[in-house]
């Protein structure tokens, strides 16, 4: 037996990848399988994205860039920060790397160290704990309550933090509960954070999905004192339907930055060329594609949310943003398929995989095993009918 590392032993592979490739491998064989597992658009990328990525290709724009990413981008980057957020940063305050996945992975690296802690609220995005642990830190995790919208409070949050807290993650809107924080809210934490003195990395990837016109507000922008103690991760892949470029970037204290480029210059080199010049047209080009998909995902959550309610048993907060539900299916718990316990959210999204021919992802691998994650990015025919599925299934339990 080849004896691997003690890194590698701890991981296992994303279960968000996992089921959607255990859905498209049925769907190869025939099955007609309703995939809620996506973390990605349906939508295609917008035309004037593709057309700056054939532009750069045509030019011979196919060598290696600088590591963190070419000027263009950094500024296009400053540009968005200055734009939506009223932030200012400085070229040497920002790196690109090879997705906002990338991104969290290299300041996780450049960051952490064997002892330190690190605080999840869960539910949290499946892949905090473990790049946290291959850092060597420890990921902590802190339960949130359905009844505060899955929010973490200021209260559990100061009984957490210890001599060893390097960083918070925060994650709005989040993965999975579509849940966002107002800004007395972030108002609170920050005053948490820098009393403490711990970073807070904020991950703001589905900044631009959110509905019923909230208002997103980075924590960074809340003065000078937090700005300094925020890291923000981000990327292209969500608002503009291009999680195949692969491009994410960071932006926060220059000393961290730096740290992030040593390491990504001794592994990935970077980003691909190509997508970098994509992502400067999709950020500072025209907008209007990101509106239209917003606004078919806002439709879509309405009713998805509005039909899980209905079914007996379930609940299902109605997301302020990104493009997931995560309704609690608990009630269901202890029923039986054919003398078969369903006892927990493996087995029940088994089941649905297995008899409905639906994917979706269990609540355990977000830290939350009463729950099911749903994703909204399909089209609205393969929402009713994975429903209709979900429903009928859920009927025949004894
Ligand atoms: N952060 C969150 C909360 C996510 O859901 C994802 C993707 O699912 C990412 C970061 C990383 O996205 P990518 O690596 O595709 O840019």
Request: hydrophobic content about 35%; overall charge neutral.
């Amino acid at each position: 037996m080849i004896s691997l590392s003690n890194r590698a032993k701890i991981l296992k592979p994303s279960p968000t990848l996992a089921i959607n490739a255990k859905a498209k491998s049925m769907q190869a064989k025939g099955i007609k399988v309703i995939n809620f597992g996506a973390g990605e658009p349906d939508f295609d990328t917008p035309e004037n994205i593709k057309k700056a990525a054939i532009k750069a290709i045509e030019e011979g724009f196919t060598k290696y860039t600088p590591v963190g990413g070419i000027d263009d981008l950094k500024d296009a980057i400053i540009y968005k920060f200055k734009r939506d957020n009223g932030l200012s940063y400085k070229r040497s305050e920002i790196i690109v790397s090879c997705g906002g996945k990338h991104s969290f992975y290299n300041l996780a690296q450049a960051l952490f160290d064997e002892g330190d802690e690190v605080i999840i609220p869960s539910p949290y995005w499946v892949s905090y704990p473990p790049i946290v642990s291959l850092a060597g830190a420890r990921p902590i995790i802190v339960e949130t309550k359905e009844e505060n919208d899955f929010k973490l409070q200021p209260d559990d949050l100061e009984k957490f933090i210890t001599p060893k807290t390097k960083a918070l993650i925060l994650n709005s809107p989040c993965n999975p509960t579509g849940h966002a924080y107002n800004k007395q809210e972030l108002e609170k934490i920050a005053e948490i954070a820098i009393a403490k003195d711990i970073f807070i990395i904020s991950d703001e990837i589905y900044e631009k999905i959110t509905y019923d016109g909230f208002e997103f507000i980075s924590i960074a922008s809340l003065g000078e004192d937090i700005k300094k103690k925020t890291i923000i991760v981000h990327g292209v892949a969500k608002t503009y339907a291009m999680t195949g470029w692969r491009i994410g970037y960071t932006a926060g204290p220059e000393e961290i930055i730096t740290a992030m480029n040593n390491i990504q210059s001794q592994s990935t080199s970077n980003p691909t060329s190509i997508s970098q010049k994509a992502s400067v047209e999709a950020l500072m080009g025209p907008q209007e594609e990101v509106k239209k998909m917003v606004s078919a995902f806002q439709e879509r959550r309405n009713y998805i949310v509005e039909r899980l309610n209905r079914i007996q048993g379930v609940s299902c907060y109605k997301p302020l943003g990104a493009f997931y539900v995560f309704p609690n299916f608990s009630s269901y718990f202890g029923r039986l398929f054919k003398g078969k316990r369903i006892s927990n959210s493996t087995e029940l999204a088994d089941y649905f995989l297995e008899e409905a021919k639906v994917a979706v992802v269990p609540g355990i691998e977000f830290g939350a095993d009463s729950y099911e994650r749903l994703s909204y990015a399909t089209s609205m025919e393969e929402i009713k009918e994975g429903l209709d599925r979900i429903e009928d299934a859920l009927k025949r339990l004894d």
